[in-house]
């Protein structure tokens, strides 16, 4: 046990580093407030405002801050300021969850490629490149447009097209960790395949692939929102881009209740990705000191 | 580049099997429903009782003979309905990736030449936009400043139809100032990217030991930058502009949307309303074609610029 405890300890130092190398710019701290403000809001913020997002409140186009409707309202007379609060959890929601997807299938792909190599490699990274060349928006576009549009196909197909990447910077990853003393050493003492791939050369990879994995958080709310402008959204929920796309026809008359939905997005995804450049410094102490 | 046609069409039809329903129930349920012994002739005149493996040989040959079906919304074969919009998706996709490509780098290398000053900060607050804001939304803004504040470009469209002039000047003037704004937009997000890449690589670049050496023969400035760097620092550009083709043409199709663009990503939007899958699936082969050609040609650039490329990698 003492031997554990001691690893964990060396391991412990950089980890507490690395936290303060993320806290202290300010810029990924100010993605992480924001972020983590937009989710409350999302989360806990229907509690206090209770008007239901579907509900038509008012007359149509009534402007912000006219009739205490402070975003004012849409098409229909429905409250604008409900419909980005509400947003905010789905679109987050599937972000997160489809970002998982994308990682899930990106890790697996690339890290039996990288490892094993040879024709199981070839194959793989075969299909790697066929789905980058793939107009990925199109093919998501299909999966709905076939599978029926609920919250689960939506985060599914955007899963499902957007992992690629991922699988490239695992993959080599892999190729590289491989090689060194620690897993030849592990692969002598009799470790599985399996135990090799998660449990010993996995973790040495994970800084660049969380880092990735960030960034297609924030892809995966625009994705979603581009969808949503398509029509291609959940009619049983309300999603930012949705509240885009069903106000397009409306722009010339009333613009708010299409810049304010986009604003929400914007803000979001731009403090992921400060959160992801964050922890890209902080993780890369190669790039450190640049 | 024939292999990827093939997996997106052997794919088309997979998504085709596993999805609900199947082309007898939508015949059905256009005719207004069937009993259950026209339903069985319906599905023995499409092939659909057949093995899964010569449905799908069928459908694999029929796409390979350019039949895509019928639209039943457009009511006219899917194939001449996706090359009469081609064009001006073609048109947007290329214009939208030159204009941000040659932006880009122009940008990326004026930057380079100052890593802390203004114009770095400005290449890298346009890329983290380029990431953050969505594409459509870009896109209405900008059509509200300046269709509706600034009345300056037209709303929607490709073309005036109120403009009788033989002359073709006009009409591709014409078509220039519909095509301004959805390029725009489209390039922006892209220009980003480049830039900032190309800022990146050009600082690695100028680090080198070669542009010392150019340095110190006494080389202008200028020299340095255009002739000595730039060629050596376009390649990473280049490369990424090949493999962002399939995100512009997927760019392409929200912005068309927004701008009312008569090409692929309009009709993509109005089959997906009108529930006309075959029409979906074909523009779906279409821009993977369009992108494996885009490739292509990235390819070809790429080995004009850098004689290092050789053969078939």
Redesign the interface.
């Given at each position: 046990m003492s031997h554990l405890d001691e690893q964990e300890e060396i391991q412990a130092k950089p980890s507490r580093e690395m936290v303060g190398v993320f806290l202290r710019s300010y810029s990924a701290l100010t993605g992480l407030i924001i972020l983590i403000a937009v989710s409350i809001m999302g989360f806990i913020g229907p509690i206090f405002y209770t008007i239901d997002p579907f509900d038509m409140v008012w007359m149509p186009f009534s402007p912000p801050g006219a009739d205490g409707y402070l975003l004012g309202t849409d098409y229909l007379g429905r409250d604008i300021l409900s419909q980005i609060i509400n947003g905010a959890r789905v679109s987050i929601a599937i972000g997160f969850a489809a970002a998982s997807v994308s990682c899930f299938i990106g890790v697996g792909i690339g890290a039996f490629a990288g490892f094993y190599g040879g024709w199981i490699e070839e194959i793989l990274m075969r299909i790697t490149e066929?789905f980058?060349?793939?107009?990925?928006?199109?093919?998501a576009?299909?999966?709905v447009?076939?599978?029926?549009s609920s919250v689960l196909s939506i985060t599914v197909a955007i899963g499902a097209v957007s992992w690629a990447s991922v699988a490239r910077i695992t993959r080599s990853e892999f190729l590289r960790i491989k090689e060194l003393d620690f897993v030849q050493a592990s692969k002598a003492s009799g470790s599985s395949d399996l135990n090799l791939i998660f449990l010993v050369i996995l973790p040495n990879a994970a800084a660049p692939i969380i880092v990735q994995s960030a960034?297609l958080v924030?892809?995966a709310i625009?994705f979603e929102?581009?969808l949503a402008?398509?029509?291609?959204s959940d009619p049983n929920v309300v999603s930012w881009?949705q509240v885009?796309g069903a106000n397009?026809t409306y722009?010339?008359d009333a613009?708010y209740t299409?810049?304010f939905p986009?604003i929400a997005?914007?803000?979001t995804?731009?403090a992921i990705?400060?959160v992801g450049d964050g922890l890209n410094d902080a993780l890369n102490p190669k790039l450190r000191s640049r | 580049m024939l292999t990827v046609l093939l997996v997106v069409i052997i794919l088309n039809f997979l998504m085709l099997h596993l999805a609900p329903g199947d082309i007898a129930d939508t015949i059905a349920a256009t005719m207004g429903g069937a009993d259950e012994k026209d339903m069985i002739q319906l599905r023995t005149e499409y092939g659909l009782d057949q093995p899964f493996f010569i449905q799908l040989f069928q459908y694999v040959i029929k796409v390979a003979m350019l039949d895509l079906g019928n639209s039943h919304f457009y009511n006219m074969p899917v194939f001449d309905l996706i090359m009469e919009r081609l064009p001006a998706t073609l048109l947007l996709v290329f214009s939208a990736q030159i204009v941000s490509l040659s932006l880009g780098i122009l940008l990326g290398v004026y930057a380079a030449q100052n890593p802390n000053g203004l114009s770095s900060l400005f290449v890298n607050m346009l890329s983290l936009f380029g990431y953050a804001a969505p594409v459509f939304w870009t896109g209405i803004l900008l059509l509200i400043a300046f269709s509706l504040y600034i009345p300056i470009f037209p709303v929607a469209g490709m073309r005036d139809v109120t403009i009788e002039s033989d002359n073709f000047f006009v009409h591709a003037f014409d078509v220039a100032r519909h095509l301004f704004l959805p390029m725009i937009t489209l390039a922006s997000i892209f220009l980003a990217y480049y830039s900032r890449l190309c800022r990146a690589s050009m600082l690695e670049v100028l680090g080198a030991d070669f542009v010392r050496t150019a340095k110190a023969k006494g080389l202008s400035q200028r020299d340095i930058l255009m002739k000595h760097a730039l060629k050596n620092s376009l390649s990473p550009v280049i490369t990424f502009a090949g493999l962002s083709f399939s995100a512009v043409v997927s760019g392409a199709i929200l912005v068309e949307t927004v701008y009312s663009w008569p090409g692929l990503g309009t009709l993509a939007f109005n089959s997906i309303i009108a529930r006309d899958t075959p029409v979906l699936l074909g523009i779906l082969i279409f821009s993977t074609l369009m992108v494996t050609v885009g490739n292509l040609l990235t390819d070809m650039v790429l080995r004009s610029i850098d004689p290092r490329i050789q053969g078939s990698q």
């Open positions: 066929f980058q060349v793939l107009p990925t928006l199109l093919f576009m299909v999966i447009a076939l599978f029926g960034l924030g892809a625009t929102a581009g402008f398509l029509g291609l881009g885009i397009r722009i010339l613009t299409v810049t986009g997005i914007f803000v995804v731009l990705s400060l | -």
